[in-house]
């Protein structure tokens, strides 16, 4: 098999491995529906994905990155995934936070069609606008890698990985790991570096687990505190 052959295989198993994390908070959404109340879960990790993901999806078109169907792909799905997850969550939160989640999607939409227009009337290169594009993907995915933060800060904290179930944290080491080796077989640094921070995050998160497995309580019902949940990986691209 060639190079391209290759790098295309990967992708799929990429795309797989995907959209697994994007399902991964359905049991919530499951919950939320069933008591009509999203509880003390907050819709941020939806709306930050919901954007992500029409940002790589921009930078997987032909017009910016030729030859990334598979880019394009999987974060449609997200894309429209994220937007089941945000309406489910719109249809049964209070009006604060309609409120806030209408201005949020407003900022959204202004800054993609902002990147948009800048991106195709001042970059007439591929190169200039993946280049463009690629970095603000990039700046984007580390500030999302920095939610798992508070996850981990309560694990350590409550000597309990109860919430951070190690399904998903396998689930982001090997969608980090999958799509690091998709952008080492054509060289593709924007995917390359947040994968990579991906990667190191599923291993910390696996790391966690090992050494509070035995000191969690597993017969605790309380809820999670602040509607902690793990969420699914910030880069899927």
């Known amino acids: 098999m060639g ?4 790098r295309f295989i990967v992708g799929i198993v990429g795309n ?5 994390l994007y399902l ?3 049991p919530t959404f499951v919950k939320i529906v069933k008591y009509k109340s999203v509880q003390a879960f907050k819709p941020d990790p939806y709306l930050a994905t919901l954007l992500n993901c029409v940002m790589w999806i921009f930078y997987g078109l032909p017009v910016v990155h030729p030859h990334s169907l598979l880019i394009v792909t999987v974060n449609s799905a997200g894309v429209l995934i994220n937007v089941t997850f945000c309406t489910i969550f719109f249809r049964y939160c209070g009006w604060p936070c309609r409120k806030k989640m209408i201005i949020v999607f407003i900022l959204e939409i202004l ?17 200039a606008r993946s280049m463009l594009v690629g970095i603000l993907c ?3 995915n580390i500030a999302m890698y920095m939610s798992p933060l508070t996850v981990v800060k309560t694990v350590i904290k409550t000597k309990s990985v109860k919430y951070m179930p190690i399904f998903l944290s396998v689930g ?3 969608n980090g790991s999958i799509w ?8 593709d640094p924007y995917i390359m570096i947040p ?10 998160q696996i790391g966690l687990y090992i050494k509070y497995n035995k000191t969690t309580n597993w017969d605790d019902e309380e809820e999670p505190p602040n509607g902690v949940e793990m969420p699914p990986a910030a880069s899927n691209a």
Request: no cysteine.
């Open 16 to 20: 797989i491995i995907s959209l697994y």
């Open 111 to 127: 800054f993609i069609a902002g990147m948009v227009a800048v991106t195709l009337t001042l970059e007439h290169t591929h190169p």
């Open 24 to 26: 991964s908070p359905t």
């Open 195 to 204: 994968n990579v921070l991906g990667t190191i995050s599923g291993i910390i």
């Open 3 to 6: 190079p391209e052959t290759i």
């Open 138 to 140: 990039v700046i984007l």
């Open 172 to 174: 982001n080491l090997l």
């Open 180 to 187: 690091l080796v998709y952008a080492s077989l054509d060289f």
